[in-house]
């Protein structure tokens, strides 16, 4: 019996799969940050040794035979990176381990796609527009992090209706239902109140990120303010995917188009408006039906040359669907 292990690392937690070679997941294990962007070499190792002794323990022969390891991990696009976890997950294991290490992009398109070309848009707190094409090239728009890009991300739709709301408490923009809402989201009666309510807090982009969600509430009451930031966000994430396609695929090339992250959680508003919006080019939008870390298992079995068939990826999916 052959096994993969799929590993989703980022820099909050690290979601760790084991299958058997037809898609049956056997294991599980979370830990902690994995990105070496933001933790030190010793405890990433530490990490990654916790999480795969834990797999270990599920399956007690899992490392006396062929293994195949694919970890997408958050920061793994810098060479350097990979390299080095790479090699950490190396020195961890014996000889008869396969390591592929790749960003953590890849598990969330191939959550969507199951191994085939695409691109998709990761947009949480953060955005990332990254795909990979029929000959194997990776591309990437956008990803810049919040100072200087993150378009369409959580941060970015929360920092427009925060300033949105702040023009409308000066009288410099339209009235919105959107400075009320905040006011009873951060239990703050002024624009004053409100805005050392998030300079205070020890990481201001977490206060600002979930801010998404009230725009989306906004948005469905019909509130212009909120309109206009949805429109401009469609508006954002259209030019950065399309902008990759043109990188990426052939003109009318047909590609799937994979919609990852928070704020694509409320189907009705932005994969249904980018739906709308990229009618007339060649890309079909994708849900996932399992996380990223099922798309990790995926680029464990194209590392292995195991074909994703339908078993396989039903019975990927099986397991989620249990779940909920």
């Known amino acids: 019996m052959k096994y993969v292990i799929g590993i989703d690392g980022g820099g909050t937690k690290t979601h760790g799969l084991l299958a058997d070679e037809n898609g049956v997941i056997l294991a599980s294990s979370e830990r902690g940050p994995t990105n070496p962007n933001v933790i030190h ?61 790749y960003p953590d992009s890849i598990n969330a398109l191939y959550s969507g796609t199951f191994g085939e070309p695409g691109i998709v848009q990761i947009s949480g707190t953060g955005s990332i527009t990254y795909g990979i094409n029929n000959e194997l090239k990776h591309g990437r728009v956008g990803g810049w992090g919040y100072l200087f890009g993150d378009e369409g991300s959580g941060f970015d739709l929360g920092k427009q209706g925060i300033t949105a709301s702040l023009k409308a408490y000066d009288g410099r923009d339209r009235d919105t239902l959107l400075l009320e809402m905040l006011y009873n989201q951060f239990h703050v009666t002024s624009g004053h109140e409100l805005i050392r309510e998030i300079y205070s807090a020890p990481m201001p982009k977490d206060k600002i990120a979930p801010v998404s969600q009230v725009v989306f509430q906004a948005y469905k009451q019909n509130d ?15 030019v950065n995917i399309l902008t990759l396609y043109k990188k990426l695929f052939h003109h009318n090339e047909r590609a799937k188009l994979v919609l990852c992250g928070g704020v694509f959680t ?35 079995y194209l590392s292995m040359n195991r074909h994703i068939d339908e078993e396989l990826i039903e019975n ?9």
Do not use: M
């Not at 405890?43 to 916790?50: F, M, N, Y």
């Not at 212009?224 to 259209?238: D, F, P, S």
């Not at 990927?316 to 909920?324: D, L, P, T, W």
């Open 41 to 101: 070499r010793t405890v990433l190792s530490k990490t990654l040794g916790h999480l795969l002794q834990d797999l270990k323990q599920q399956v007690n022969d899992l490392f006396d035979q062929k293994t195949y390891i694919f970890a997408g991990i958050a920061g793994a696009g810098e060479a350097s990176n990979q390299q080095e976890f790479k090699q950490i997950l190396i020195e961890l294991l014996p000889d008869t381990v396969y390591v592929d290490v």
């Open 224 to 238: 212009r303010v909120a309109q206009a930031i949805v429109e401009n966000t469609v508006n954002e994430l259209k």
């Open 266 to 300: 409320d189907k009705t508003i932005l994969p249904t408006l980018i739906e709308k919006e990229l009618a007339d080019h060649p890309l079909s939008v994708v849900i996932p039906e399992v996380p990223p870390a099922g798309g990790s298992l995926i680029g464990a």
């Open 316 to 324: 990927i999916k099986e397991i989620y669907r249990k779940s909920r």
